[in-house]
């Protein structure tokens, strides 16, 4: 029951929804870590803040290094802070990290860095990370104008990769969208997979009202509790 999360684009919401999905499983009797294979920007400790929030989220506490193998000092694509760094990203390493967690957790969330196609090396992108972990992939829409073309663009890079989108998340990031009910009824006629649910804005994060907003059962798993 582990999970890639995608998004249409950089700071669409993917950790706070892999957050909540982590909380929500958790809430299921089940015992759930997230990843974070790779991240850019660090905060005064070194760390990379969605890294923290999803350690925090997570039931099982696991050695930074499997839940967080490369983490870059500058915000920003992680192929070019790596190549600032003389450091290289292997995904073998990452599937590594993975199937460690997988042997400790019920659930392991992956949250991927950026959008579905960012490089990671010079050969190397998180679509084929995604691939050869071969996860079902929850797409995470940022609503926001553009946003129709992002998700369907998205989606077809997901099938291609012969990869099942399991189901969706409407986040609405911006809070002024318009024809916001619109957008979604599209997208719903457009995708085949079941929304999880629709976040609306909000200006303070609060986890537990994403958790109330998504349906975990839609995943079609075994739940305990």
């Not at 499983?25 to 990843?35: P, Y």
């Not at 659930?107 to 860095?113: D, N, T």
């Not at 989606?155 to 024809?179: H, Q, T």
Request: glycine share 8%; with cysteine.
């Amino acid at each position: 029951m582990s999970y890639f999360i995608t998004g249409t684009d950089t700071g669409v919401g993917k950790t706070l929804i892999s957050c909540a999905l982590l909380q929500a499983f958790a809430d299921k009797g089940l015992r759930t870590v997230g990843m974070k294979p790779v991240a850019a920007g660090v905060d005064a400790d070194g760390v990379n803040e969605d890294v923290k929030l999803l350690a925090s989220a997570s039931s099982v506490h696991s050695d930074l290094a499997l839940t967080n193998p490369y983490s870059f000092t500058a915000a920003i694509a992680p192929h070019i802070a790596a190549t600032r760094e003389n450091r290289s990203i292997s995904i073998a390493h990452i599937i590594d990290c993975y199937q460690q967690l997988a042997l400790v957790a019920d659930v392991v969330i992956i949250e991927g860095v950026g959008g579905y196609c960012v490089p990671l090396n010079d050969s190397e992108d998180t679509a084929m990370l995604a691939t050869q972990l071969g996860l079902p992939v929850i797409l995470v829409v940022g609503m926001r104008l553009g946003c129709l073309n992002h998700a369907l663009l998205t989606l077809r890079e997901i099938e291609r990769s012969g990869l099942e989108c399991r189901a969706w998340v409407a986040n609405v990031v911006d809070a002024d969208m318009g024809a916001l009910a619109e957008n979604i009824a599209s997208l719903k006629e457009r995708i085949a997979a079941p929304m999880l649910g629709v976040v609306q804005f909000q200006a303070e994060v609060d986890v537990q009202r994403v958790v109330a907003s998504l349906d975990i059962s839609l995943l079609g798993v075994a739940l305990r509790g």
